[in-house]
């Protein structure tokens, strides 16, 4: 059984930092695409970061997380983070990892998803 869970979500005030983890479970993580999704309030989920984890190890961030955001792999212990600086209040929202076979950049429509982890950054 595949499972993803993610850790390390919160309150944050805007220019702070949080690092998220994800834990995963029933798959071959070191030849999947590895990313980070978030869903805002009222929006669709959009990716955020990918890693084309096995592959050439090619990183993806959406436009305003390059730079911001770091995605990185433990392929020991099978878990993906997120570290996220300089946070803003519009990425508040929940953050999915998610995994799939095909290379990034995310996508909506990948097969193996978390439960999401809430992030709220205060004004």
């Known amino acids: 059984e595949v499972e993803f869970v993610e850790s390390g979500g919160g309150l944050v005030q805007a220019g702070g930092s949080l690092k998220l983890s994800c834990t995963t479970s029933?798959?071959?993580?070191?030849?999947?695409?590895i990313g980070w999704f978030r869903q805002a309030p009222g929006k669709e989920r959009e990716g955020v970061a990918c890693?084309?984890?096995?592959?050439?190890?090619?990183?993806y961030y959406e436009g305003s997380a390059e730079g911001q955001f770091t995605i990185s792999v433990d392929n020991a212990k099978n878990m993906v983070y997120l570290q996220m600086n300089s946070l803003k209040p519009e990425e508040t929202g929940v953050y999915y990892c998610?995994?799939?076979?095909?290379?990034?950049?995310?996508?909506?429509?990948?097969?193996?998803w978390g439960q999401g982890i809430q992030v709220t950054v205060s004004p």
């Open positions: 998610a995994a799939d076979q095909v290379l990034c950049p995310p996508r909506a429509d990948w097969d193996y």
């Open positions: 890693i084309n984890n096995g592959d050439d190890g090619f990183t």
């Open positions: 029933g798959f071959t993580f070191d030849n999947h695409a």
